[in-house]
């Protein structure tokens, strides 16, 4: 029953309606428009295009026979067969002038096309009685014998002839008269088919809006103030519409949304007294872990410090008696004093190590932009004496970046003296440095050709003090590439190894693009497909 009650039609399905039966309406009178307009077309063709051009003919026609008997006359005078001329075009013009009124005559003009044959058959009898028998006798007897043939014919034949054109011109004038006067009537219908269709429109979009106005803008604007009041903290109104079945839907679920707000307000205020409380906590434990780090990096630089000097006294008087004693007590005594002094050089160096990883990122004297070309110009500077004149060391189109000059130095200067430690035996040493930009960070990679890196011992090169060889095979302390880890990490980038090159080592780390820099396309390297191991 609902269903055919409109008071229970949605929105949607009431501008449907209106739509649907508008539609109607208007395609109907689009149809009876449509043709009527064929109606005025063919009425204005036949204005245009049928009885003027006919009328027109008609009266050439006429004139085609005036032609002609003035032609006759003047050579029945002179008997000049040039006289004749004005006849024998108008007979031309008559047969063109026939073919062409028939040709635009349609099968149902009767009236016309009767006229036009009397007007052919009172042509042919005048040619036939008149014309014909003048000229004959004017070529046979002379031209006193034609004006006399022609004065003792009468002039009924070419009267009733004239006669029979102007019937047919009164018919074609009728046609005409008709034509006009139903594209006129058709104009007046398609004038008033437009003023119905502008006024169906008109009250179409009236009555839309005053749907719209009852059903949504008013509906709507009362629950947009009945939810403002909830929202200025009146979560006891009572939220309802009285506009579309959708609207009322709406303000249900608005309403459910209210109910559940306002049972859910406690809980949400306990848990944000709770939430406080958290903070809070969390608050004191950051300031006690800062504290705690900051009193660690502090123990381990006077740590490291005060480890110094006994280990310079150790080593010295090591020294002094290697040297004071060397060879006066036997060989177990020498190689006992050679440990200790190797013993305390190596502490030393791994204090000084200690002491350099623990400064990173905490004395520091801001970032600039910094040339990675000009760095790697000091660090081949600094490593020429340890490359040696074999080794090859090579870099191209290295970007600017923003960081500590010292730091990237240091950075450098790992990862290519790494490079020279581990060279091949009788191998020059290659080392190349390229860059590549991605899309908010550029990619460096530094390779060489040593001795290279076992892919299980990927995870361990960045920790400190790990070492992938014995002390008596290659010198160092083992952290060389912790130190590098976290300048890059210091400096916002990652640093990863490659493992899928053929020979050498290949180690891939980031640094951010400077800020402002224009954007360009990333130029990812082959290698970036490549399996990688990140720090």
């Known amino acids: 029953m609902s269903l055919f009650d409109p008071r229970t039609w949605t929105l949607r399905r009431r501008i449907v309606a209106l739509c649907v039966a508008v539609g109607v309406i208007l395609s109907a009178l689009g149809v009876f428009a449509a043709i009527t307009a064929a109606g005025n077309n063919r009425q204005l063709d036949d204005v245009l295009n049928r009885a003027s051009p006919m009328r027109a003919a008609g009266e050439t026609l006429n004139t085609a026979y005036v032609d002609q008997e003035t032609g006759i006359r003047g050579f029945a005078i002179t008997g000049n067969e040039a006289n004749l001329t004005p006849y024998t075009k108008g007979v031309e013009d008559e047969k063109r002038l026939i073919a062409r009124i028939d040709d635009l005559l349609n099968p149902d003009d009767t009236e016309i096309r009767e006229a036009l044959q009397v007007v052919q058959q009172r042509a042919d009898d005048w040619h036939r009685e008149v014309a014909e028998p003048v000229i004959a006798v004017i070529r046979s007897e002379g031209t006193q014998a034609g004006q006399d043939r022609l004065k003792g014919t009468s002039t009924e034949r070419f009267d ?22 139903a594209a006129k009537q058709s104009s007046r219908t398609m004038v008033a088919i437009q003023i119905a ?3 169906i429109i008109i009250l179409a979009g009236s009555a839309l809006l005053l749907l719209l106005d009852r059903m949504v803008s008013r509906p709507v604007t009362e629950l947009a103030g009945q939810v403002r009041e909830v929202a200025d903290g009146d979560y006891d109104k009572h939220i309802s519409s009285t506009g579309s079945p959708e609207l009322a839907s709406l303000a249900d679920d608005v309403e459910g949304m209210r109910q559940k707000i306002a049972a859910e307000l406690t809980e949400v205020r306990e848990a944000r007294a709770q939430i406080e409380w958290v903070n809070d906590q969390l608050k004191v434990q950051a300031e006690e872990l800062t504290r705690s780090n900051r009193d660690l990096e502090q123990f381990a630089y006077v740590a490291s410090h005060d480890l110094q000097e006994p280990l310079r006294k150790v080593a010295s008087f090591c020294q002094l008696l290697q040297r004071r004693y060397s060879g006066q007590l036997d060989g177990r005594a020498d190689q006992y004093i050679a440990f200790a002094v190797d013993g ?10 200690l002491l350099a990883f623990s400064r990173i990122g905490r004395l520091t004297a801001g970032f600039t932009e910094v040339p990675l070309d000009r760095v790697l110009t000091e660090v081949k ?5 340890r490359a040696g004149e074999d080794a090859e060391i090579s870099w191209s189109e290295l970007p ?3 960081g500590e000059e010292p730091l ?8 290519i003296g790494n490079s020279l430690k581990f060279r091949r035996p009788e191998v020059p040493p290659v080392i190349r440095v390229s860059a590549t930009r991605g899309d908010d960070e550029w990619r460096i990679n530094v390779r060489d050709n040593g001795i290279g890196i076992e892919a299980e011992f990927a995870d361990k090169v960045f920790v400190i003090f790990q070492r992938l060889h014995a002390r008596d095979a290659y010198e160092g302390t083992g952290i060389g590439l912790a130190i590098v880890k976290k300048i890059v990490e210091y400096h916002g980038g990652r640093i990863w190894l490659d493992l899928d090159v053929e020979d050498g080592t290949s180690i891939w780390f980031t640094l951010p693009v400077l800020p402002g820099a224009p954007d360009a396309e990333p130029q990812l390297p082959a290698q970036e497909t490549r399996k990688e191991v990140t720090a």
Do not use: H, K, P, Y
């Open 381 to 385: 500077s600094q490593l020429e004496v």
């Open 344 to 353: 305390a050089q190596r502490m030393q160096r791994l204090i000084n190590d």
């Open 408 to 415: 990237l130095t240091t950075l450098f200067v790992n990862l």
């Open 400 to 402: 600017v970046v923003e």
């Open 197 to 199: 269709a502008a006024a």
């Open 160 to 181: 009733a002839l004239r006669g029979a054109i102007a019937t047919m011109q009164d018919d074609i004038q009728v046609l005409r008269t008709q034509s006009a006067d």
